[in-house]
């Protein structure tokens, strides 16, 4: 909210560039909002790493600082998911578990999110792309997406790692 009146007071002191420095301060904002939200404290705070006799590399998908999650393919839902993903979406990892991951992608993206994900269910070589997400306060996000398939008995999973997008 500060930041939003920041760039407010920004826009009017632009005078009739208004439009221009809006347009130029509002991908840096967005930028600096997923940095607020994947810090330490923020990842913390969207669900502390689980404590369990859970595999290494599990327990390591916990503390990495970009959003991990596992997509069931054949339902949507969200199967597993790490604390950087509940901050970078505005919730608790726990919330995330068994959501429908449809409601984090905005309605423009989700077309081209399940295209990439039903290719790689296929059995596709990995993925990678741009596009966006939707937090729980309705904020879109652009993100770098790599997805890889998991395959296990009857469940094939998309493992995808969001990070904001490199707009440099």
Do not use: Y
């Not at 347009?23 to 840096?28: C, G, K, Q, W, Y």
């Not at 503390?63 to 949507?76: C, M, P, Q």
């Not at 068994?98 to 992608?105: G, K, W």
């Amino acid at each position: 909210m500060l930041l939003s009146s920041w760039i407010d007071a920004a826009a009017t002191t632009a005078g009739p560039d208004a439009a221009l420095v809006r347009e130029a301060l509002v991908p840096i904002l967005v930028r600096f909002r997923i940095g607020l939200r994947t810090t330490q404290p923020a990842r913390h705070a969207s669900g502390a790493p689980r404590s369990s006799k859970r595999r290494a590399v599990s327990a390591g998908i916990d503390r990495i600082s970009e959003a991990f999650l596992a997509i069931d393919v054949d339902t949507g839902r969200i199967a597993d998911a790490n604390p950087a993903a509940g901050a970078l979406l505005g919730t608790t990892r726990n919330a995330l578990l068994e959501a429908d991951a449809t409601r984090f992608l905005p309605e423009p993206a989700r077309d081209a999110w399940w295209t990439q994900l039903d290719a790689v269910a296929e059995g596709a070589e990995p993925r990678r792309f741009v596009s966006s997400l939707v937090d729980c306060a309705g904020e879109v996000m652009e993100v770098d997406v790599s997805v890889t398939r998991f395959a296990k008995r009857k469940q094939t999973l998309a493992l995808v790692v969001a990070r904001p997008a490199d707009r440099g």
